[in-house]
């Protein structure tokens, strides 16, 4: 697969996966001319406006499958902080319900 293709729906959103999908859309759909690091602010680094930010959350949430609320906002501020929730949606969406450990619903 080529390095700038969005990873398979079907493929663990691992956080590495996450991160490498936002350098993506940063590079090719918002045209940033850097590195990408886990470490940089959304906002004062890449200085991502309000569009900036709409347009990767979109992007995230089709190719992750997922879907991020207004209220995930408050706790991002960084790239890996955003590549952590992502991944943590994308998981919680392939845990079957119920107990893991037994397969039995849990009421």
Same mark, same amino acid.
């Given at each position: 697969?080529?390095?700038? %293709?969005?990873?398979?729906?079907?493929?663990?959103?691992?956080?590495? %996966?996450?991160?490498?999908?936002?350098?993506?859309?940063?590079?090719?759909?918002?045209?940033?001319?850097?590195?990408?690091?886990?470490?940089?602010?959304? %906002?004062?680094?890449?200085?991502?406006?309000?569009?900036?930010?709409?347009?990767?959350?979109?992007?995230?949430?089709?190719?992750?499958?997922?879907?991020?609320?207004?209220?995930?906002? %408050?706790?991002?501020?960084?790239?890996?902080?955003?590549?952590?929730?992502?991944?943590?949606?994308?998981?919680?969406?392939?845990?079957?319900?119920?107990?893991?450990?037994?397969?039995?619903?849990?009421?």
């Amino acid at each position: 697969m080529p390095p700038d %293709a969005p990873p398979d729906a079907t493929r663990e959103a691992s956080q590495e %996966a996450v991160l490498r999908e936002i350098s993506r859309v940063l590079n090719s759909e918002l045209q940033l001319q850097r590195e990408v690091r886990p470490e940089d602010d959304l %906002a004062l680094d890449l200085q991502l406006d309000s569009v900036g930010l709409l347009t990767l959350v979109v992007e995230l949430e089709n190719t992750f499958r997922i879907a991020l609320r207004e209220e995930d906002s %408050a706790s991002v501020r960084t790239v890996g902080e955003l590549a952590g929730l992502v991944a943590a949606r994308a998981a919680a969406l392939r845990e079957p319900e119920g107990d893991s450990a037994s397969g039995v619903p849990v009421p």
